[in-house]
């Protein structure tokens, strides 16, 4: 039993019911547990931990995870600095209606570098590097993300940078985003069905519409 999504430094309750083929049924005692208070967490391009310590860092992958570690309510997970190469399978994935849960308007989610500019996510045109579907209360801050050409891949979505899909109540501030994939018909910054969410100070670089579409950036 590893619980998850639980909000920060509250106290909870749990109890084991187990029941056999013959409806006959058992309950553990009322348990209970406090869960940790409002922590900083750490990714580096080469960690490898599990406990996403700033000296035993874990993998990018951890963002996209369906189980712990992986962002929580409240939480401030930190990119350190470095370049995380990501393609179809290792892109960043923040999906809160299957893996991911969603922050609260008090403690939201936030997800930084942890000096500006100095994460660097950088695609190779296979896959959208940097995806968020279905969140809400997010803060993206201070991350450069980067997709490029690639001549076998031409669909659009694919052939963004950052896409913000079916979301509200988010915050982006101060991310460097460049370098659509000109195969396709993509963009750069692509906002689909979100809403009373804040954009600010980012910066877009190496926008190109593909010959006769008028793209959004």
Not at 40 to 59: K, Q, R
Not at 69 to 86: M, N, Q
Not at 142 to 159: E, H, L
Not at 167 to 193: F, Q
Request: charged share 15%.
């Amino acid at each position: 039993f590893t619980p998850s999504g639980l909000l920060s430094g509250t106290l909870h309750e749990y109890a084991i019911v187990a029941t056999d083929g013959a409806s006959n049924s058992a309950t553990t005692a009322v348990q209970e547990f406090t869960t940790n208070a409002l922590s900083t967490f750490y990714v580096s391009p080469t960690g490898s931990g599990s406990t996403c310590s700033s000296g035993a860092p874990c993998a990018l992958s951890v963002i996209s995870a369906s189980s712990e570690p992986r962002p929580s309510i409240g939480e401030t997970w930190l990119l350190k600095d470095g370049t995380y190469s990501v393609t179809t399978g290792t892109a960043v994935r923040i999906n809160c209606a299957t893996t991911n849960v969603n922050g609260t308007a008090s403690q939201p989610i936030t997800l930084k570098a942890e000096n500006e500019r100095q994460a660097f996510i950088e695609g190779d045109g296979s896959a959208l590097p940097f995806g968020v579907e279905g969140c809400s209360y997010w803060i993206f801050e201070g991350i450069r993300v980067k997709n490029a050409d690639n001549a076998n891949n031409t669909n659009s979505r694919d052939g963004q940078v950052v896409e913000l899909r079916d979301s509200g109540n988010l915050t982006m501030k101060r991310m460097l985003v460049s370098h659509n994939n000109r195969y396709a018909n993509a963009s750069c910054l692509y906002l689909h069905n979100t809403d009373n969410s804040l954009l600010e100070e980012n910066e877009v670089y190496f926008w190109y519409p593909r010959t006769g579409d008028a793209g959004e950036m």
